[in-house]
């Protein structure tokens, strides 16, 4: 059964998640009056699980949403970036689907937050423990501290260095999980 991180008036949800979400779902051609229970079908939840999602800033784990994202993907006309569309859920720029999409801000490297997720997601797996247990403001936290700061260094011109995201990552996550220290 999904599971979820927790709802938004507690301060853990994402805000604006919901309507990003009902955005997709729209361009999916996902039923507007029935959603939820054609939500639930699609992805064998109760329906009261889809309607936190669409309805109270409250996605999915990690794995859930990056399934029902290749799903829904695949109903929208054209083809998108799976990385890019769930950058874009939880962050909400760049709208990869807006084509007259223009930032003042500097462009958000997608490739680089998802390298920091899958990368968070083994050290977890090494040691034993689901990233998706962690509140999700936190990893939240864990993975904007590291594109930050690995930011800082392409800014500057220094290269991406995987032993140093590494080394970054398990520092901050430490906080959470004290036995990702055993990671060499």
């Known amino acids: 059964m999904a599971t979820e991180a ?71 006309p054209g083809r998108y970036d799976k990385t890019t569309t769930l950058a874009w859920l939880y962050t909400g720029q760049p709208n990869p689907f807006d084509v007259n999409h223009t930032s003042l801000s500097e462009p958000i490297d997608h490739v680089l937050q998802a390298k920091i997720y899958n990368r968070l997601y083994q050290m977890c797996d090494y040691v034993g423990e689901n990233l998706d247990e962690l509140p999700q403001e936190n990893v939240n936290k864990l993975v904007s501290s590291v594109y930050w700061y690995l930011s800082l260094r392409k800014k500057y011109g220094l290269d991406y260095d995987p032993r140093l995201a590494t080394q970054i990552m398990r520092k901050l996550l430490a906080v959470q999980v004290p036995s990702i220290q055993s990671i060499e």
């Open 6 to 76: 927790k709802n938004s008036k507690d301060g853990n949800g994402i805000p604006g998640f919901s309507g990003r979400l009902n955005y997709l779902f729209d361009l999916a051609g996902a039923p507007r009056d029935t959603r939820q229970t054609w939500g639930s079908q699609k992805w064998k939840c109760v329906p009261n699980t889809v309607a936190r999602w669409l309805k109270e800033d409250c996605p999915p784990k990690f794995s859930m949403l990056s399934e029902v994202v290749t799903d829904l993907l695949l109903l929208v």
